[in-house]
């Protein structure tokens, strides 16, 4: 008994939320209605009285006006039950206490009882200190159980059930006794558990507004921060696209005006070749809206995205524009097994072809090497194997072995977006000179392994 004292105690601590410091604020019109309902019960106590004084059930022997003054002082503490709850209680207790010692009668009224239950109700419902709220309806109950011992024992009630015939099976003390302490208990009971249902009740609404209003605080936060990366990746296509092909036309355009007027066959084909730069800007740029305006409404439904985003089987091509430009690009595709580059996602694609893209674009801008080389590796994961062994990874290599040309500093806009590229698929990214000379750009992507869990197996190594 002993050992299980502290548990059903804390268990009791917990449901009446003693520890509890949140606080169920009344709306501002409470008050208000507060006072329109305690106004509303006295009324119907009032004809309730009426009919049964007129009707010749209560003889109070009191004058009416006190009989009224009764009434008045058990429905006036419901006008502040949300306010101050707990001297509503209190005031209720005593008013009924008084009027039921010298009126029994009314205070035997079921409005009258209806009064007195609201307000003790609303002492557990709305009390923001849950500790004085136990102690408030302890000392109520003490009083109450006290004084209907006290009318048992030493009051006239047990003498008047004394004197009754036996009808049943119980005597008329016994049946008395316990179909009063019944009562109470149900009655009393009643109101402090149901307030304190109804404070754990609002106490929950609350959190679950509290957890919508941080969920739309967070909705609002990822539709920002998914703003601001359509933003980024927007903006590092546009520096892809436009960097490279406007290089492509500058460089031609010099070499046309210097061999204007010595080789005008030679001017002629580094014109055509800006006029073809300029063409594929176009369409590029073209692609890049259609994406952008996906979705939006049409009279043939949405505007879709004409052309693919470029991947790695894009590379031969790419590196053959560069071949006609001057470049001397050597490219090599290194896969495990066979056909591997070809399965390499979108997203990865993507990557490597905008990596290449602008190394060969800054290795023709800003670097005196008039060759370069591009390694394309990729190596799906094996299962069955450790998890070191298993690993698939997709990786670009772009070398030169030219030195910086003086005067051709970048915005540094373009190794940005590549490092942002790399960074959204968790790989890794190395740029800077090599040790025999030259530059180099390397970028690695992992693959997902065989059966799926390379992220899970990295979380948990972290």
Do not use: K
């Not at 008013?95 to 002492?123: C, E, H, K, R, W």
């Not at 047990?158 to 006794?177: D, F, K, N």
């Not at 006609?324 to 097994?337: I, K, R």
Request: hydrophobic fraction near 45%; charged fraction near 20%.
């Amino acid at each position: 008994m002993t050992r299980d004292s502290p548990g059903a105690r804390a268990r009791a601590a917990e449901f009446f939320a003693v520890d509890d410091d949140w606080v169920r604020h009344p709306a501002p019109d409470a008050g208000r209605r507060d006072v329109l309902l305690a106004l509303i019960l006295f009324a119907i106590s009032a004809l309730t009285f009426e009919l049964a004084r007129s009707g010749g059930a209560i003889t109070t022997g009191h004058p009416v006006w006190q009989e009224y003054a009764g009434l008045v002082a058990v429905a006036a503490p419901v006008g502040i039950r949300r306010r101050w709850p707990l001297v509503c209680a209190l005031l209720a207790s005593v008013a009924f206490f008084v009027v039921g010692v010298t009126m029994p009668d009314i205070a035997l009224l079921l409005p009258v009882q209806v009064l007195y239950f609201y307000a003790l109700f609303s002492a557990m419902a709305w009390a923001s200190d849950r500790r004085a709220a136990l102690v408030v309806m302890g000392v109520v109950l003490l009083v109450m159980f006290g004084w209907l011992s006290w009318q048992f024992i030493i009051g006239r009630a047990a003498e008047e059930l004394s004197g009754m015939a036996q009808v049943g099976p119980i005597s008329p003390v016994v049946a008395g006794i316990t179909y009063t302490f019944l009562v109470n208990v149900f009655y009393f009971g009643g109101a402090v558990l149901g307030g304190q249902a109804a404070w754990r009740a609002a106490r929950r609404r609350a959190e679950l507004a509290d957890q919508a209003r941080i969920l739309r605080t967070q909705a609002a936060e990822l539709r920002e921060h998914a703003v601001v990366q359509e933003r980024l990746r927007i903006a590092r296509e546009l520096h892809d696209v436009v960097a490279h092909h406007v290089s492509v036309m500058g460089v031609q355009a010099g070499a046309a005006r210097r061999v204007l007027a010595a080789d005008p066959a030679a001017a002629s084909a580094a014109l055509s070749s800006v006029e073809g730069a300029a063409r594929q800007a176009v369409t590029e740029m073209r692609a890049l809206l259609g994406t952008l305006r996906q979705g939006e409404p049409h009279d043939d439904g949405p505007v879709r995205n004409r052309a693919p985003e470029p991947s790695v089987d894009a590379l031969p091509e790419l590196v053959e524009t560069f071949r006609a430009e001057g470049l001397d690009v050597a490219y090599t595709v290194v896969a495990e097994p066979v056909g591997a580059a070809e399965r390499v996602s979108p997203a990865v694609g993507l990557t490597l072809y905008r990596t290449v893209q602008e190394s060969l674009t800054n290795v023709r801008r800003h670097s005196t090497a008039s060759s370069a080389t591009v390694v394309l590796r990729v190596v799906e994961p094996r299962g069955g194997e450790s998890y070191e062994s298993s690993r698939g990874y997709a990786e670009v290599e772009v070398l030169d072995s030219g030195r910086p040309r003086t005067g051709t500093s970048g915005t540094g806009l373009g190794l940005l977006g590549m490092r942002e590229r790399v960074a959204s698929l968790d790989g890794s990214l190395e740029i800077g000179p090599r040790a025999t000379g030259g530059f180099r750009v390397r970028v690695r992507t992992p693959l997902p392994t065989v059966d799926g869990a390379l992220a899970g197996r990295r979380e948990a190594g972290r």
